[in-house]
């Protein structure tokens, strides 16, 4: 019930391109879902974040959306660039649990020149 | 402002050895948390320190442990090391356990390969 799935595994799009990664999560209590972008050799940085009280977020280019009933939540990078090539993890917590962050497995993205 | 710093960046150890790494959260942020990654996933909850105390702990042995000093810096010890240790550590720190507004900064990591 702590797990975050997390798809696709590797994606690879065209420059100007749409990236979409999704993410699914079965813990309710969960009520704080963050996406982390890694470049190799470095630690992961805060992209975008969102809480489910609202359905989408927007910050530049990037996008979440969330859908509480679903429990699932997306990432769209717009106009993917071949800088934005990385690891993207979503992750999820919950007030109570110290803050810990439960993360998906990744999505290796990379956008194509 | 500086943000987590992390060290060593790399460290190679023998199976059975221990070791020790060191973090020093962003300015102003007094809860740290440490994560381990291997390669290809993603980051796993090891423990969070917050007042120099142990606040929280994931599903990791006892082999794993921490210390908060007051500057809010802190240190990861693993024990009796194992070639399954080989990862990423991870620090990340914030500001206050518990608070619903906080964002949570990571460090750049320290590569530990257990030989």
């Known amino acids: 019930q702590q797990q975050v799935k997390q798809s696709p595994q590797s994606l690879i799009v065209q420059k100007g391109g749409i990236s979409i990664i999704n993410c699914a999560y079965e813990?309710?209590?969960?009520?704080?879902f963050p996406w982390y972008q890694q470049f190799p050799g470095k630690g992961p940085a805060l992209l975008i974040a969102i809480r489910p009280d609202v359905s989408e977020k927007k910050e530049g280019r990037f996008t979440i959306s969330f859908n509480k009933s679903a429990k699932q939540f997306s990432l769209h990078i717009m106009d993917s660039q071949p800088g934005d090539s990385a690891t993207y993890f979503c992750?999820?917590?919950?007030?109570?649990?110290?803050?810990?962050?439960?993360f998906g497995s990744g999505t290796q993205l990379t956008v194509l020149p | 402002d500086a943000g987590v710093t992390q060290s060593p960046t790399h460290l190679i150890k023998t199976r059975g050895q221990q070791v020790t790494l060191r973090c020093s959260p962003k300015?102003?942020?007094?809860?740290v948390s440490w994560y381990q990654q291997a390669l290809g996933q993603g980051p796993q909850f090891i423990f969070q320190y917050y007042e120099e105390e142990e606040r929280q702990r994931g599903n990791f042995p006892d082999r794993f442990s921490g210390h908060q000093f007051p500057n809010y810096s802190s240190e990861l010890n693993v024990n009796a090391l194992l070639l399954g240790d080989s990862a990423l550590y991870l620090c990340?720190?914030?500001?206050?356990?518990?608070?619903?507004?906080?964002?949570?900064?990571f460090g750049e990591g320290s590569w530990l390969t257990v030989v």
């Open positions: 813990n309710t209590a969960f009520d704080y």
């Open positions: 992750a999820a917590s919950m007030y109570g649990s110290a803050r810990q962050l439960t």
């Open positions: 990340a720190s914030s500001l206050g356990p518990l608070l619903r507004g906080n964002t949570i900064y």
């Open positions: 300015s102003g942020h007094d809860t």
